[in-house]
T-cell receptor
């Protein structure tokens, strides 16, 4: 398994501003994933972040809106840029292990006013 | 594109009842995971199944992987209020290494 922490746990932001979410893992991992989730609903993958290369974004998500950094094998950040109320959501990071198992952080609950 | 159809979307039952949640796909997965998520927390891995026909038990929870590795089920016996949460199935493998395909989720509420 893996122990994953996220900061902040929640935030309330104004429209037009940006928020950077941090994800820290207790061990080195190759792949990290960023998801978005509406309360009570399933997860939507935003991007996959590999250390040493640019993140790979899923359809509907672009680097200008969700820039990702992956400076080392235990850390990643996701920035939500130029926020609007539609960006209000829970943002989760995860890492994978054998058999495609993923382990998730506790999430960041974002509210945009 | 791989899809996982999860049903039912909502389940509201009384303590002591049994229930089954299903995940179905037309695609073959090399592995399938079940997660449970409670409000304010990230999904927590319950089990991984990798072999067609595999059955795993976790106390009152029984997980099955279909023979063709296209479907799975989660059965809970004698549900308790502590089982309340969002249950997610997720399939791995195929051409998207490391990525998971998630079902739509099942919100389970167990009333005392």
């Amino acid at each position: 398994s893996a122990v994953i922490s996220q900061k902040p746990s929640r935030d309330i932001c104004q429209r037009g501003t940006s928020l950077t979410i941090q994800c820290q893992v207790d061990s080195q991992v190759t792949m990290m994933f960023w998801y978005r989730q509406q309360p009570g609903q399933s997860l939507t993958l935003i991007a996959t972040a590999n250390q040493g290369s640019e993140a790979t974004y899923e359809s509907g998500f672009v680097i200008d809106k969700f820039p990702i950094s992956r400076p080392n094998l235990t850390f990643s950040t996701l920035t939500v840029s130029n926020m609007s109320p539609e960006d209000s959501s829970i943002y989760l990071c995860s890492v994978n292990r054998v058999y495609n198992e993923q382990f998730f952080g506790p999430g960041t609950r974002l509210t945009v006013l | 594109t791989q899809l996982l159809e999860q049903s039912p979307q909502f389940l509201s039952i009384q303590e002591g009842e049994n229930l089954t949640v299903y995940c179905n796909s037309s695609s073959v997965f090399s592995s399938l995971q079940w997660y449970r998520q409670e409000p304010g927390e990230g999904p927590v891995l319950l089990v991984t199944v990798v072999t067609g026909g595999e059955v795993k038990k976790l106390k009152r929870l029984t997980f099955q992987f279909g023979d063709a590795r296209k479907d799975s089920s989660l059965h809970i016996t004698a549900a308790q209020p502590g089982d309340t949460g969002l249950y997610l199935c997720a399939g791995g493998g195929g051409t998207s290494y490391g990525k998971l395909t998630f079902g739509q989720g099942t919100i389970l509420t167990v009333h005392p």
